[in-house]
């Protein structure tokens, strides 16, 4: 597609429930990333792919946090149990491979988790 | 590890005047720099960027950024606010691991242009 597709755009959870949020990049682009954007602050790394391969988790706040590529493409991000804690904005992004592309940002999902 | 400081958490200007708003950042290699800028509930737009080469970049929107590797500093300039420009604005930094590159993100500059 032309840009970077985020579903949904706003998501209510109870807490304890689990949520799955979808990143489809810009169509060719190696290069996925999560990011975690709590209320006033500026978006903080949550975990990268390229193409299916994820070889960085280390910004995923804990164990129930979850993110798969399987085909290189679309992307989901799961987050299991929710806590109040959990509610941000989650913004994906893409780029041809190197960060010398600049990073497309999708819309993102702001999650409230009541 | 890879930092970005931006001074002023809220930046108000009148339409018309210059707008100049702050980042510094630390980086133990060549950095790559990106200015973003937010618009509420939407998601980040690059403004410009800085890889190598010019030191003055120049971006969308009238938008302009000077690299001084002395200062460590990468600050944004308009020489005319307009209503339009009000909008959180990001700064970043991204360093390439050989793996992957990360961005590091500021906590944000809110522009307020006023009549």
């Known amino acids: 597609g032309a840009g970077v597709s985020q579903s949904p755009r706003y998501k209510v959870a109870k807490r304890g429930q689990d949520v799955a949020l979808r990143c489809d990049p810009i169509?060719?682009?190696?290069?996925l990333f999560w990011y975690q954007q709590a209320l006033g602050q500026g978006p903080e790394f949550l975990t990268y792919?390229?193409?299916?391969?994820?070889?960085?988790k280390s910004g995923l706040p804990s164990d129930r946090f979850f993110a798969e590529r399987p085909e290189g493409s679309v992307s989901t991000l799961k987050i299991q149990r929710t806590q109040q804690e959990d509610s941000a904005v989650y913004l994906c992004?893409?780029?041809?491979?190197?960060?010398?592309?600049?990073?497309?940002f999708g819309s993102g999902t702001r999650l409230t988790v009541v | 590890a890879q930092s970005v400081t931006q001074l002023g958490s809220h930046v108000s200007v009148s339409e018309g005047a210059l707008v100049l708003l702050r980042c510094n950042y630390s980086?133990?290699?060549?950095?790559?720099l990106f200015w973003y800028v937010q618009y509420p509930n939407q998601g980040l737009q690059l403004l410009l960027k800085?890889?190598?080469?010019?030191?003055l970049v120049k971006g969308i929107n009238g938008f302009e950024a000077e690299f001084k590797k002395s200062e460590t500093s990468f600050h944004l300039t308009k020489p005319s606010a307009h209503m339009s420009d009000a909008a959180e604005y990001f700064c970043?930094?991204?360093?390439?691991?050989?793996?992957?590159?990360?961005?590091?993100f500021g906590t944000g500059t809110r522009l307020q242009v006023t009549l």
């Open positions: 980086s133990s290699v060549p950095p790559y």
């Open positions: 992004a893409s780029n041809p491979l190197r960060e010398y592309y600049g990073y497309t």
């Open positions: 970043a930094v991204s360093e390439w691991t050989g793996t992957a590159s990360k961005l590091t």
């Open positions: 792919f390229q193409n299916e391969a994820q070889l960085d």
């Open positions: 169509s060719g682009h190696v290069s």
């Open positions: 800085y890889t190598t080469g010019a030191t």
